[in-house]
């Protein structure tokens, strides 16, 4: 395990500048058409073949940042970021004599509000198995969330001759995500997310990019928060053992700006390889 720490002050939203910089990337590259609908659709454009592809999975409590990472990641490593919750968000808005079976349950189960079971979320994955292998590499953003799913995985890398690279556990103090998320406003239309103290809007309670109002959401209050991480540690912990075990755990310390964590994590990945490659 490698582990990564830095004293740098914790920033809890993306800076315009590294959003305008997400928008402005190529916007074909990378379309993860064939990720977000399943088969038998494929996807436009596929990044170029490169030697000894990234495949990660991210690990972190809600609030570390994983998505910003992802994608500013998918920019470094020309990785695919397969995010699983992008693939329901994508799932409700099609019609349902387009979603596999595994998916209609899947949404069975959300629109509930139940957790999906690893069974559905495994062959939600299984039916994007070319994905995995695709030759620009992965960044797993989602699953698995579990031991069982993690074995589940394994195998499935198995059968389709895929070894992932490293698995990246994102780190933060408690009080820093209970501050951080504790403090988000999120716009009820287009979902830009402001903070509080960090990055307020600049009429209160309006967003600046569409005018539409901000609110916190309920998961979003310290309460809510605690909860939250209190079932991510129960779930989550086993796992990071597991991975741990396997000598593919890297430890990162989530506190910085953006790019700053990102930074981070490079040094943690291009450290572990050079390792990895020396003692081969």
Avoid at 126 to 149: H, K, S, W
Avoid at 178 to 186: D, I, K, P, Q
Avoid at 193 to 207: A, I, L, N
Wanted: hydrophobic content about 40%.
């Amino acid at each position: 395990m490698i582990r990564v720490t830095a004293s740098t002050p914790v920033l809890s939203y993306i800076p315009f500048s590294v959003v305008r910089e997400m928008l402005m990337d190529n916007p074909r590259k990378h379309d993860r058409t064939s990720w977000l609908q399943g088969p038998p659709e494929t996807c436009s454009t596929v990044p170029p073949a490169v030697d000894n592809p990234w495949r990660l999975i991210l690990l972190g409590a809600p609030g570390v940042g994983k998505g910003t990472q992802a994608a500013l990641l998918r920019k470094e490593l020309h990785a695919c970021h397969l995010s699983t919750g992008d693939v329901f968000r994508a799932a409700k808005g099609r019609s349902e004599c387009d979603l596999t079976p595994a998916m209609k349950s899947a949404l069975d189960y959300m629109h509930r509000g139940e957790l999906v079971p690893d069974s559905f979320v495994l062959a939600m994955v299984r039916e994007r198995a070319a994905c995995l292998r695709c030759r620009g590499g992965f960044i797993l953003d989602g699953f698995p969330r579990t031991v069982e799913q993690a074995e589940s995985l394994n195998l499935l890398l198995h059968d389709e001759r895929v070894h992932l690279t490293a698995v990246i556990n994102y780190e933060l103090p408690v009080g820093e995500i209970v501050a951080r998320l504790s403090g988000r406003l999120t716009c009820q239309r287009c979902k830009a997310v402001f903070h509080g103290t960090e990055r307020p809007p600049k009429v209160t309670g309006s967003c600046d990019i569409c005018e539409g109002k901000l609110n916190q959401r309920e998961d979003d209050r310290p309460e809510s928060v605690r909860v939250r991480l209190d079932a991510y540690d129960r779930s989550t912990f086993p796992l990071i053992q597991f991975y741990k075990r396997s000598a593919l755990l890297l430890t990162v310390a989530a506190a910085g700006t953006p790019q700053d964590v990102c930074s981070k994590t490079l040094t943690a990945l291009h450290a572990w390889r050079s390792r990895y490659i020396a003692s081969a």
